[in-house]
């Protein structure tokens, strides 16, 4: 039953690899012989383990007795496992985020428009309206409310429009405002670019910043 357990020695640690035709029983027994074998040569320290499970999912309980066998029978800590498949749940979340939801509507005051991954909203918002996103926000009108992008953490995300009085913004965990007397009475024409620089500093540039920043928006070639 050895012949199902893979362990060796990476530059992050050590790798355990499970064999994915084996059944859990067959490899509970295999890792409890093989790690008994190799106890007399374990260092006094932790060493971390990374468990790889090919072709397969584990449940939780599952990974718990995996993860305790290794534990209780060797000085390494089990750090994660690791599946050439993926679950549902991460194959919807990745989904979200790859895919752009569009809309033409105007997001009126008291309306809270949340959205996963990225939003094109063609119309205004108007004071007192928010849209709320996990992505980037593109807006083809005039922002007068509230827009918050990357509202789980995401300091990659943008967020395009007119923005005007009183307008707020806001990335990941930055804000920029626009509700000061300087931004009362202008109009603004051009659409422009929120985003956070290295610093994590909210700034706002031209459109044409967005090339340059985030290359990986847009994949068009060609042209001038």
């Known amino acids: 039953m050895k012949r199902y357990i893979q362990i060796k020695g990476t530059k992050d640690g050590i790798s355990i690899s ?3 035709v084996a059944s859990i029983a067959e490899l509970e027994n295999g890792l409890i012989q093989h790690l ?3 106890q007399t040569g374990m260092q006094d320290q932790k060493l971390a383990v990374q468990v790889h499970i090919g ?7 599952e990974e718990q007795r995996i993860k305790a066998i290794i534990q209780e029978n060797s000085q390494m800590e089990v750090k994660g496992f690791t599946s050439n498949v993926m679950t549902k749940q991460a194959a919807k979340k990745w989904k979200e985020a790859e895919q752009i939801f569009s809309l033409a509507t105007v997001v009126r005051s008291g309306q ?3 959205v996963p991954g990225d939003l094109l ?4 918002i108007n004071p007192g309206g928010a849209i709320r996103s996990t992505g980037n926000v593109y807006i083809l009108g005039n922002v007068k409310g509230i827009i918050h992008a990357g509202i789980d953490g995401d300091k990659k995300a943008v967020v395009t429009g007119k923005f005007q009085y009183p307008s ?3 990335i990941a965990g930055e804000i920029r405002s626009f509700d000061d007397e300087e931004s009362k009475d202008k ?8 985003y956070l620089d290295d610093k994590n500093e909210l700034m706002i540039d031209s459109l044409q910043i967005l090339r340059k920043i ?3 928006i847009s994949n068009f070639q060609g042209g001038q």
């Open 18 to 20: 499970l064999s994915d």
């Open 168 to 170: 707020q913004i806001r």
């Open 112 to 114: 809270v428009i949340n």
């Open 36 to 38: 008994k074998e190799q």
């Open 187 to 194: 109009v603004e024409e051009n659409i422009l670019t929120a």
């Open 55 to 61: 072709n397969r999912l584990f449940t939780e309980e």
């Open 121 to 124: 909203l063609v119309g205004d």
């Open 214 to 216: 985030r290359p990986e």
